[in-house]
């Protein structure tokens, strides 16, 4: 007969069960790690990092978030939420919290986890994957994590009136603007992404703009025609958006249809820019978080068949864990790891961008607090698994073929045989032939000089996908594939991130004349979003026309402005830990931020002033004047090299400024630190009141 536990027994038993479980995956993920830090000389196999990942996450979300939340922030679901207290059916609605898990992903999760692995995949494998997954679960998770917590407690303010409110009204003035300014660099920079990813696909460009009617039918559906029945309308959903995934093919592959949706450059431009005003200004449950939502699976659906293909297939991966360009001479990108693979990796690790969608849109729409950790913290991890993957797409193909395709043509030469003995002459061999038959496997003229990530990012995703289902004879589908999830991982960035900007301008609006910053005031509403619009629209279609114009020009600040703006949301989260009277955990936000600063500054300092004409602006631009100067430029492009050095000068101020605005915010946040522990200033937190849910637990 089997024994038959007492109560007390039973309690005991399933508390050893789950430290033995949880004993055992943080043990595999251990041995992951180590193996994928100390093994030296033959190819390591690929099943390793995907281990590696997914039991660190498991890992810090059992054990690191769940001490955040219940010691640092201590979430309470007795209290009210903006969605509850401030209901208006457009920006502020109550969600469900895994429709918000989807808005949430999809709003953060942009181009910076897919290409900056990618690109600094140069250094070899290890630096990144460490990087990502520490970075992740110590900074970028922590970071979206207690932002959306305090912008929750704030009754959904953003980023830059928390610096305000919470830090001082100068240092608050001052990031306010500088997060603004990021804001608007990063949009134009993803919105020009967009715009190439598209106008070369039907595909894409087909399944996207059908997005945008099913998010509205969705919308719909769970607003009038179902409430409440979220299972029901994701299966409709998701069955929408899988049947137009698959149609996107038919319509490349139909020469009237392709030319339907084959679209110029300036038309793509337009279409965006009224999508990104409708996504602005519409309410936010008829349109973008429907969509976000439905992108979501597409974005998880694709990465976490990516992981199950690795799992199945297990590529080798062939670059090294270090490469020669650790030194700096790397030609991709020059810099040096530190302070470049974390500037690059950016979004994967931590990014500054997703500070903004947790003080936007998300603390307006959650129902508990304590779903922010499942949606802050846990979002960020997915982001990161994301970061791996593409590591991991990026590693499997021969370090060779890597560098030629990511290389520009200034560095290892503009013809095949040029670029192959160049590349192979470091000691990564690599023929013409091969990739000239690579380009045509994949159905493109040519794969050298694409510079950028996204194409050899594409190259690894079809290599491992058509490992798995279809072979060689299917690896030109599977890369437009990835092209086209590529460009639909992006588009979410930006309607989310237009979104909080109308936030952003309408706070600031506020200050000039109060009814501009009333949120439900439709007037504030249209002037706010056509605003926010035509800032990084401008910069966008200018961008367009003129290869060295509108936002190309500002393209070198992204991955420093993201950072800088991570540094920034740091500073407020760690001042308001302190008002709160958390000096005992205040390390959980004050490392990462002290790391962060360090690395943005030193990464600043470099781009403006380092006498490496591949790192520095001003060098490069000075030793582009003296080739001007020594007649070395060719009459028809003096015009050019001197629009060059325009931009170059430009990039190094805006660079300047924007750290010397975020070092006037850690100046007043370290005056107002002092003030509080010196016990000469009484802490004044700007929380709102305490109110008490009126909605049951189950609701």
Same mark, same amino acid.
């Given at each position: 007969m089997f024994h038959e536990f007492a109560p007390g027994e039973e309690i005991i038993l399933k508390r050893l069960l789950q430290i033995v479980a949880w004993t055992g995956v943080a043990a595999l993920g251990a041995v992951a790690l180590s193996t994928i830090a100390l093994h030296r000389g033959e190819p390591i196999n690929a099943t390793w990092f995907v281990l590696a990942a997914v039991c660190c996450y498991l890992v810090a979300y059992r054990l690191y978030s769940a001490f955040i939340a219940a010691k640092v922030l201590a979430l309470d679901n007795t209290r009210a939420t903006p969605s509850e207290r401030r209901e208006d059916g457009r920006d502020f609605v109550p969600t469900n919290k895994w429709v918000l898990f989807g808005h949430h992903f999809a709003a953060i999760a942009g181009p910076g986890p897919l290409v900056g692995p990618t690109l600094a995949a140069q250094f070899g494998y290890l630096p990144g994957t460490l990087w990502l997954i520490a970075g992740a679960a110590f900074a970028g998770c922590v970071q979206d994590f207690v932002i959306l917590f305090c912008s929750i407690r704030r009754d959904g303010k953003t980023l830059g009136e928390m610096a305000r409110e919470e830090v001082s009204e100068r240092g608050?003035?001052?990031?306010?603007?500088?997060?603004?300014?990021?804001?608007?660099?990063?949009?134009?920079?993803?919105?020009?992404?967009?715009?190439?990813?598209?106008?070369?696909?039907?595909?894409?460009?087909?399944?996207?703009?059908?997005?945008?009617?099913?998010?509205?039918?969705?919308?719909?559906?769970?607003?009038?025609?179902?409430?409440?029945?979220?299972?029901?309308?994701?299966?409709?959903? #998701?069955?929408?958006?899988?049947?137009?995934?698959?149609?996107?093919?038919?319509?490349?592959?139909?020469?009237?249809?392709?030319?339907?949706?084959?679209?110029?450059?300036?038309?793509?431009?337009?279409?965006?820019?009224?999508?990104?005003?409708?996504?602005?200004?519409?309410? #936010?449950?008829?349109?973008?978080?429907?969509?976000?939502?439905?992108?979501?699976?597409?974005?998880?659906?694709?990465?976490?068949?990516?992981?199950?293909?690795?799992?199945?297939?297990?590529?080798?991966?062939?670059?090294?864990?270090?490469?020669?360009?650790?030194?700096?001479?790397?030609?991709?990108?020059?810099?040096?790891?530190?302070?470049?693979?974390?500037?690059?990796?950016?979004?994967?690790?931590?990014?500054?961008?997703?500070?903004?969608?947790?003080?936007?849109?998300?603390?307006?729409?959650?129902?508990?607090?304590?779903?922010?950790?499942?949606?802050?913290?846990?979002?960020?991890?997915?982001?990161?698994?994301?970061?791996?993957?593409?590591?991991?797409?990026?590693?499997?193909?021969?370090?060779?073929?890597?560098?030629?395709?990511?290389?520009?043509?200034?560095? #290892?030469?503009?013809?095949?045989?040029?670029?192959?003995?160049?590349?192979?002459?470091?000691?990564y061999p690599v023929t013409a032939d091969t990739m000239t038959g690579l380009a045509h496997a994949v159905g493109e003229q040519t794969l050298l000089n694409r510079a950028g990530g996204a194409p050899s990012l594409a190259v690894g995703m079809a290599q491992i996908f058509s490992s798995t289902i279809g072979g060689d004879r299917l690896l030109s589908i599977w890369y437009h594939f990835a092209i086209m999830f590529e460009a639909l991982f992006i588009l979410t960035v930006l309607d989310a991130g237009t979104r909080v900007g109308r936030f952003m301008i309408q706070e600031l609006g506020g200050r000039i004349w109060k009814p501009l910053g009333r949120m439900n005031w439709m007037p504030s509403i249209l002037l706010s979003s056509a605003i926010i619009v035509g800032a990084w629209g401008y910069f966008l279609y200018q961008g367009v026309v003129d290869p060295l114009g509108g936002i190309n020009s500002l393209w070198p600040l992204f991955g420093i402005s993201n950072q800088l703006l991570a540094a920034v949301a740091l500073v407020v989260a760690t001042t308001i830990l302190l008002k709160m009277g958390k000096l005992k955990w205040i390390w959980v936000t004050l490392l990462p931020m002290m790391w962060l600063v360090i690395i943005t500054m030193t990464a600043s300092y470099q781009k403006i002033f380092s006498a490496n004409a591949r790192i520095g602006f001003l060098a490069q631009a000075n030793a582009l004047a003296a080739q001007i100067a020594a007649g070395k430029v060719a009459a028809e492009k003096v015009a050019e090299a001197q629009r060059n050095i325009f931009n170059l000068r430009l990039d190094a101020v805006v660079t300047a400024v924007l750290a010397v605005m975020i070092l006037v915010l850690l100046v007043e946040a370290l005056m107002q630190w002092y003030a509080i522990l010196a016990r000469t200033r009484e802490p004044a937190l700007r929380e709102t009141p305490y109110v008490a849910t009126q909605w049951a637990e189950g609701d």
């Open positions: 608050g003035l001052v990031a306010h603007l500088a997060v603004l300014a990021i804001m608007i660099i990063l949009l134009g920079v993803v919105a020009l992404v967009i715009v190439n990813a598209l106008k070369s696909s039907p595909w894409a460009t087909f399944t996207l703009a059908m997005t945008i009617p099913i998010a509205l039918l969705l919308g719909v559906y769970l607003r009038y025609l179902r409430p409440g029945r979220v299972l029901e309308a994701s299966l409709i959903g #998701v069955a929408l958006v899988l049947f137009v995934v698959v149609a996107g093919q038919w319509v490349a592959d139909s020469p009237a249809w392709a030319k339907a949706f084959t679209m110029s450059g300036i038309t793509l431009v337009f279409a965006i820019i009224a999508y990104g005003f409708a996504a602005s200004a519409l309410p #936010v449950w008829l349109l973008l978080a429907p969509r976000d939502y439905l992108s979501a699976f597409i974005k998880a659906g694709a990465i976490f068949s990516l992981a199950a293909g690795i799992l199945l297939v297990r590529p080798q991966v062939l670059m090294p864990p270090l490469t020669r360009f650790v030194d700096g001479t790397g030609p991709v990108f020059a810099g040096k790891i530190f302070p470049f693979c974390f500037i690059t990796i950016a979004c994967g690790a931590i990014s500054g961008f997703h500070s903004l969608i947790s003080s936007g849109t998300t603390p307006k729409m959650i129902q508990r607090e304590g779903h922010a950790r499942f949606i802050g913290y846990g979002a960020m991890l997915l982001e990161s698994f994301v970061g791996v993957m593409a590591m991991v797409a990026a590693c499997a193909m021969t370090p060779g073929v890597y560098f030629a395709i990511n290389s520009p043509a200034s560095i #290892v030469g503009a013809t095949p045989a040029a670029a192959a003995a160049t590349i192979s002459s470091w000691g």
